[in-house]
C-alpha cells in the first residue's frame, strides 16, 4: 500500500471525497482483490496465482482453520475467541482462506459477492423454511 491509499487517497478511496469506499470499514470485496493483485503483482507471483494453486491454497488454509478446532469439544469451540491466541489464529486463518478465495475469483473473473449472493438465494429455494424435521 502506497502513502496515497494509507491516507484513503488511493484506489481505495470514495472518487472525489479522499474517504474510504463504504463497506466494514470502508473495504468492499473489489478493493481487497486489486490490493492482493498488486501484491502478488509486485512480487512477481502472478506466474503462480493459475486457478489450480489457489484451490489449492485455498484447501491447505481452510485446513488450518480447521486445525484450531480438531480436537475440541463443542463448548471449547464455542469460547475459541475467548482466548488471545486461539483468536488470533482462527482471525489469521479466516483471512487466508478469504484472501486466496478472492484470489481465486479475481483470476476467474468472479464476482465473489454476486457468486455469494445467488448461492444464498438457490439454498432458500432448496431448503425452504419451515419446521425442522426432527421436530415432527
Known sequence: MDAA???????????GTGAPEAGAGGLTAEVLQKR??????AREWGQYHTPKNLAAALSVEASELLEVFQWLTPEQAAAVMDDPGSAFRVRDEVADVLAYTLQLCEV????????????????????PAGPHPLDR
Request: charged share 25%; net charge neutral; proline share 5%.
Open 5 to 15: 491509499e494509507r491516507a484513503g487517497q488511493g484506489p481505495g478511496a470514495a472518487p
Open 36 to 41: 492482493l493483485a498488486r501484491f502478488a503483482a
Open 108 to 127: 476467474l473473473g468472479i464476482d465473489a459477492l454476486e457468486a455469494l449472493a445467488a448461492k444464498i438465494e438457490r439454498n432458500e429455494h432448496r431448503f
